[in-house]
């Protein structure tokens, strides 16, 4: 298992088929560096035009159509002092009657203290002069390229991941995507330094990272959506618009899952997903919304299997 350090010298507005700027091995970890979400780098240079460029793809040795690939987060440093992020809210979260008294859009900047893992608006509305948000870093759009030969604007999402922004794909957790072509081909970028549910202002406050993650191939382990797990709980994630339809995606996802590898069949993964399961919100402003749905693995510990 090797470590790879890569500076990335080109980057991509979609997820596809692209030509691979690194080829690493089962259970390799690779450190490398995201823009921000307009493709400014960490010397506030302007590397490539939004949306959401992606650093990558990687050639993972062995991925091939019907694996599932595991990324796992391992380290999330953001590298520079400042970000920025939209308000108000996005128009499409409020009730019609609501969008013409919000007032008008634009990017605010904030400054980072990174020391104490803090950051605040530099011209905060006089309400919040004092009030700051604590550093809980995430990726926002990453995933394998799709089948078909698609490939998929990084505005959106789609089975092969994408732009989700699920605050939960955090720093310790794990994310499983379909493989759908030789090598997965995976991408990553739109790192954010926190974001909350729903991605409600269009943005988590955005930023350029350096990122370390670490690659897995899981031979014949065939899944639909992404899927995810951290210490606590595992989740999948369904994208698409209605929000209904993401949500019975990952409904769908998760019966699965509980069926293929913890051997529950569809009315005992009923029963237990109607007392024990939540529903998260990930994103409502992407043309494709994301919702997840999240158990606490304490149940699955339970289980009598």
């Known amino acids: 298992m090797t470590r790879h350090v890569f500076e990335p010298t080109t980057f991509h507005n979609v997820i596809g088929t692209a030509e691979p700027v690194l080829i690493v091995a089962d259970g390799d970890t690779i450190v490398t560096r995201t823009l921000d979400a307009w493709g400014f780098d960490r010397h506030g240079e302007q590397r490539c035009k939004p949306p959401n460029p992606m650093t990558g793809p990687f050639f993972i040795e062995g991925a091939e159509p019907g694996d599932s690939l595991a990324i796992r987060i391992d380290r999330m440093t953001a590298d520079r002092e400042q970000g920025w992020t939209f308000g108000p809210v996005a128009a499409n979260v409020v009730e019609a009657g609501a969008v013409a008294k919000l ?31 604590r550093y809980a870093p995430m990726i926002g759009c990453f995933g394998v390229a ?71 191939v899981r031979k014949g382990k065939t899944t ?67 919702v997840a749905c999240r158990m606490s693995k304490r149940w699955l510990k339970a289980l009598a299997i």
């Open 103 to 133: 007032p008008k859009r634009e990017r605010v900047f904030w400054n980072f203290d990174r020391a104490a893992g803090l950051a605040r608006l530099a011209e905060p509305p006089r309400a919040l002069t004092d009030w700051t948000v």
């Open 146 to 216: 799709p089948a078909l030969g698609q490939a998929l604007l990084t505005a959106t999402s789609g089975p092969n991941g994408g732009n989700m922004d699920y605050r939960r794909f955090e720093p310790g957790a794990t994310a499983y995507f379909p493989v759908a072509t030789l090598g997965a081909l995976f991408y990553l970028g739109d790192g954010h330094f926190c974001q909350g549910d729903g991605e409600i202002v269009g943005t988590g406050v955005e930023t350029s990272f350096e990122i370390e993650f670490t690659v897995r």
């Open 224 to 290: 639909l959506w992404p899927r995810g797990e951290t210490a606590k709980d595992i989740f999948t994630i369904g994208n698409a618009r209605p929000l209904d339809q993401a949500l019975q995606h990952a409904t769908t996802e998760m019966i699965a899952w509980l069926g293929a590898e913890f051997g529950l069949d569809s009315l005992a993964a009923s029963h237990l997903m109607g007392q024990t399961v939540r529903y998260d919100v990930a994103n409502v402003f992407n043309p494709a919304y994301s």
